[in-house]
């Protein structure tokens, strides 16, 4: 029988994305959004990915009565201090505006030579009885000059990871979900869900 599981988040590209890697790494799991069952945008008050995928898995979780997974995930850019990090969504004032995000860091990043850069996640899993466990991916790479490709969504137009000569707006839906940071870190917590979903 399969579990139901709700993903923390009304972020269409995140369901596809976590939906693909479940059916490999946790076929057990059937996914239900915060869309489907009306859950409105939670803000996110915490201080760092961790604080705000736990405060999003715990609050659907509480209003659900489901267990949840939530995600928040971020661009840290090193030359810009490690942002736009958690503000990552709403980097240019509006929340969810891909292109002026980007555009934003573009010229941020306007004139400087060092542009490592790092995709980061951070995936929360919560249950009724207040119990949580977190994993953490990374992807390492750098900003270009330009946007490229229109795969994904977020910063993978201008964000080529390290080892390669394309963006993970080019790549190919599994072959950036083989090296994503949500793919590391849904690899992580993907063995310890049906377990812990057991427990409740």
Do not use: C, W
């Not at 996914?31 to 069952?37: E, F, H, P, R, T």
């Not at 803000?43 to 609050?59: D, P, V």
């Not at 980097?91 to 400087?112: E, F, P, T």
């Not at 466990?133 to 390492?140: F, K, Q, V």
Request: charged letters at 20%; hydrophobic letters at 40%.
């Amino acid at each position: 029988m399969k579990k139901t599981l709700v993903l923390a988040t009304r972020n269409k590209g995140k369901v596809l994305e976590v939906e693909r890697m479940l059916k490999i790494h946790a076929p057990e799991i059937s996914l239900i959004s915060m869309a489907d069952l009306d859950i409105g945008d939670i803000e996110e008050t915490g201080n760092s990915f961790e604080e705000n995928a736990l405060l999003k898995a715990r609050t659907v979780t509480q209003i659900s009565g489901l267990a949840a997974l939530a995600d928040d995930s971020g661009l840290a850019i090193d030359a810009l201090n490690g942002e736009p990090g958690i503000f990552s969504a709403r980097y240019s004032g509006v929340h969810g505006d891909d292109a002026a995000n980007n555009a934003k860091v573009l010229r941020q990043m306007a004139g400087i030579t060092k542009r490592s850069a790092s995709f980061i996640a951070v995936l929360a899993l919560s249950r009724p009885d207040g119990q949580s466990i977190i994993s953490r991916g990374e992807l390492l790479g750098q900003i270009i000059d330009s946007p490229r490709g229109n795969q994904g969504f977020g910063y993978d137009p201008i964000f080529q990871p390290t080892g390669f000569d394309i963006t993970t707006a080019q790549m190919s839906p599994e072959m950036k979900d083989s090296i994503s940071h949500r793919g590391k870190a849904l690899a992580q917590i993907a063995p310890k869900i049906s377990p812990f979903l057991s427990l409740s």
